[in-house]
C-alpha cells in the first residue's frame, strides 16, 4: 500500500509561483508512473502533468504547459510540480496519484489547495 502526501499549497497572486511536493511512502516509489490532477468545485477532476518512472519522458495538459513543470527524484521518493506564471483560473485541489502504468491511478493523495487570487 503506497501512501501519497502533498504539501506545498497556499494563496498566491496572479503571475506568482508555488511549488508542490508529493512525497511517496509504503512501495517501490520507482516502479510508479507519477501524476499531478486538480479539481475545482463543480468541476470534474482534471489532469495536470504525469512523469514516468525514471523522469525521462513528461506530459502536460494544454492548459499548464509551458507554465507548469513536473519532475520527481526516486532517492526521495517525491515528485515536484513547479507552478509559475499562475492564473486564477489555476485555482483547485491539487491531487498526485501514483499508477504502475499510464492511465491507471492505483493510489492518490488527500490534496494541497491553490488558490490564486487576481
Known amino acids: 500500500q503506497v501512501q501519497l502526501v502533498e504539501s506545498g499549497g497556499g494563496v498566491v497572486q496572479t503571475g506568482g509561483s508555488l511549488r508542490l511536493s508529493c512525497v511517496a511512502s509504503?512501495?517501490?516509489?520507482?516502479?510508479?508512473?507519477m501524476n499531478w490532477f486538480r479539481q475545482s468545485p463543480g468541476k470534474e477532476r482534471q489532469f495536470v502533468a504525469r512523469?514516468?518512472?525514471?523522469?525521462?519522458?513528461?506530459y502536460y495538459a494544454d492548459s499548464v504547459k509551458g507554465r507548469f513543470t513536473i519532475s520527481r527524484d526516486n532517492a526521495k521518493n517525491t515528485v515536484i510540480l513547479q507552478m509559475d506564471s499562475l492564473k486564477p483560473e489555476d485555482t483547485a485541489v491539487y491531487l498526485c496519484a501514483a499508477g504502475e502504468d499510464p492511465g491507471y491511478y492505483d493510489y492518490w493523495g488527500q490534496g494541497t489547495q491553490v488558490t490564486v487570487s487576481s
Open positions: 509504503g512501495g517501490v516509489f520507482s516502479r510508479y508512473q
Open positions: 512523469i514516468n518512472w525514471t523522469g525521462s519522458m513528461t
